[in-house]
């Protein structure tokens, strides 16, 4: 070797050796800078110093300037960090809460657990949990009271339908293991349906029995429902792909700092459904995990997409040890999908004045291509192959919802009856309808409408000229009060929809609410028709017209509308 090129190897090493060394002070500085400032307010703040509390502050002060995935979870918080990330298993009673008016109340109940076996009840008051009283507590305080070892006794007082006697139920908890699978059937015309909700423990071996057992019916084809999943653990979703593609076929890559050294997830087995017609359902809910499923499904051509584009999260995130029985979460990397993509949505490392993150924008997607030679794109999540507009909420349903009255009134009327026919079969009459009309209208409530024009007459008011508006007040109040019952009735088909959801719920469940709203579901139909359409199928993996192209607007024209013959 020519003495300079060792001279210039030895200026680099000498160059790299000071950036270290610079590094090093500058962390070493801070530290020290940090522990000075916590020393000398512990020592000479005028009140006392919580310090477990500050320091807390300080780190999530820190980390509030990275991104919303990267956190530090204190001892105390360990073990709802397990559940919420890792497992799928808590001790606890099998119900979940929310605050309502400040009054802690039972939203759901899970089938099969010690709630519903002692029937507590969605719309349940809850008072008291031990003889601690409730009142202004939060939800998730009240859900860490609830929760507990397996088999310790619970003793809850709660109030319901608004009688003055409070109730006492007195039970143990039990082992509370939700299903990462909520529901799978072969459904109508021999298609196979698998909603997986979430990618945590097991949920690879979940998604594996069911579809063994849905394979022995022969199906035409398989629909994997993703719609609503957040995601979790990434080598889980890995082993999904794996019951689909061949051995040995790269599925995600995690990319780090070092960019030139990835982490390469690979399948490891034979598929046990290698040829099955596959359709992936996704929506804006569809996140991580279920972004790896769905995307490497598309790059390797191997499932159809349909639904709405996904969330965009390419983030990959590990978990760190840390002394005292605490850990921090932190994002370590980006993943890549097999055509080379990342689908990571917003960018954390620039951001805005203001503090939040810049979305990418479509025009600077870059293209890759599948491996049939489609073109897909990075950014902002994953494209479905089939666009289906989410049908939006019209404002009398967002008012039915958000003031709780489909709420109140199958709460009313689960009060008022012991059964119900199955869920494919029940069906609500007119005149039950007619009652929750009138119903709706006992309530207090007002539209947004409404509420505007109450804004508006409280205004005059100030300004004292009530007797000029008022006549034109009460003419809109009028005319607000009709479009409200012409509402009722012009959306009578989607309320009594929602309306029969819930009920249904009350009965059966989420797995009946499932099997309810699968008769009418457009994606899930949509799917049906793909997958007993073969051409279709064939001409969507292989390319052919105008689905060379995947998730450029200006250029895609695959797309169906959401809205219903009413609308």
Not at 354 to 378: H, I, P, W
Not at 388 to 405: A, G, P, R, T
Not at 501 to 511: H, L, P, Q, V
């Amino acid at each position: 070797m020519s003495k300079k090129w060792m001279l210039l190897i030895g200026v680099a090493l000498i160059t790299s050796l000071l950036a270290f060394s610079e590094d090093l002070f500058q962390i070493s500085k801070n530290i020290d800078i940090f522990s000075s400032v916590y020393k000398e307010l512990v020592v000479n703040y005028v009140d006392e110093i919580n310090s477990s509390r500050i320091i807390k502050k300080g780190i999530d002060a820190m980390l509030d300037d990275l991104d919303p995935y990267t956190e530090f979870v204190p001892e105390s918080d360990i073990e709802e960090y397990k559940m919420k990330y890792v497992s799928t298993q808590y001790g606890g009673i099998g119900a979940s809460v929310f605050v309502r008016d400040g009054i802690i109340t039972i939203s759901e109940v899970y089938e099969g657990f010690p709630a519903q076996k002692n029937d507590i009840r969605a719309g349940d008051e809850l008072l008291e949990v031990d003889g601690v009283k409730l009142s202004r507590k939060k939800d998730e305080d009240v859900s860490a009271m609830l929760k507990g070892p397996k088999g310790t006794k619970l003793k809850i007082l709660i109030k319901r339908n608004n009688n003055n006697t409070p109730i006492e139920k007195i039970f143990n908890r039990e082992e509370i293991k939700q299903n990462n699978v909520s529901y799978s059937s072969v459904l109508e015309q021999e298609i196979g349906y698998i909603k997986l909700d979430r990618f945590l423990e097991n949920s690879a071996e979940e998604v594996k029995d069911a579809l063994h057992q849905i394979l022995k019916s022969k199906p035409k084809g398989l629909i994997l429902d993703l719609r609503y999943n957040g995601g979790g653990i990434l080598t889980e979703a890995v082993k999904i792909v794996n019951l689909f593609v061949a051995k040995n076929i790269e599925i995600v890559a995690q990319k780090g700092r070092n960019i030139e050294n990835p982490i390469v997830y690979k399948t490891t087995k034979d598929p046990i459904a290698a040829d099955i017609p596959l359709v992936v359902l996704i929506n804006a809910h569809s996140a991580s995990a279920s972004e790896i499923v769905a995307g490497s499904l598309q790059d390797l051509d191997r499932a159809v997409l349909i639904g709405q584009r996904s969330f965009g999260k390419g983030l990959v995130q590990q978990t760190f040890n840390l002394p005292y029985n605490t850990l921090v979460k932190m994002t370590v990397a980006k993943y890549y999908l097999p055509s080379g993509r990342c689908i990571q949505s917003l960018d954390y490392s620039n951001k805005t004045n203001n503090g939040s993150a810049n979305k990418m924008a479509d025009s600077l997607m870059t293209e890759f291509k599948t491996q049939n030679k489609r073109f897909v794109y990075d950014g902002n999540g994953i494209y479905p192959d089939i666009v289906i507009k989410e049908k939006s909420l019209n404002e009398i349903i967002q008012f039915l919802v958000s003031n709780y009255l489909i709420f109140d009134y199958t709460n009313k009327y689960r009060q008022e009856h012991n059964t119900i026919t199955q869920p494919d079969k029940f069906r609500i009459s007119d005149e039950l309808y007619l009652d929750f009309i009138n119903y709706t209208f006992l309530k207090t409530n007002q539209t947004k409408s409404e509420k505007l024009l109450n804004d508006l007459k409280n205004e005059i008011d100030k300004n004292k000229k009530s007797e000029e508006f008022k006549s034109e007040y009460e003419t809109l109040k009028i005319k607000l009060n009709n479009f409200k019952k012409q509402e009722l009735t012009t959306y009578k088909s989607d309320i009594k929809k929602l309306l029969e959801t819930e009920i249904i719920a009350r009965y059966y469940f989420e797995k009946g609410r499932l099997q309810y709203r699968l008769k009418e579901d457009i994606e899930v139909n949509e799917a049906s028709k793909i997958i007993l359409n073969t051409t279709s199928l064939t001409e969507i993996l292989s390319g052919a017209n105008n689905h060379k192209y995947i998730g450029k607007p200006k250029k895609y024209k695959g797309e169906l509308s959401a809205k219903n013959d009413e609308d």
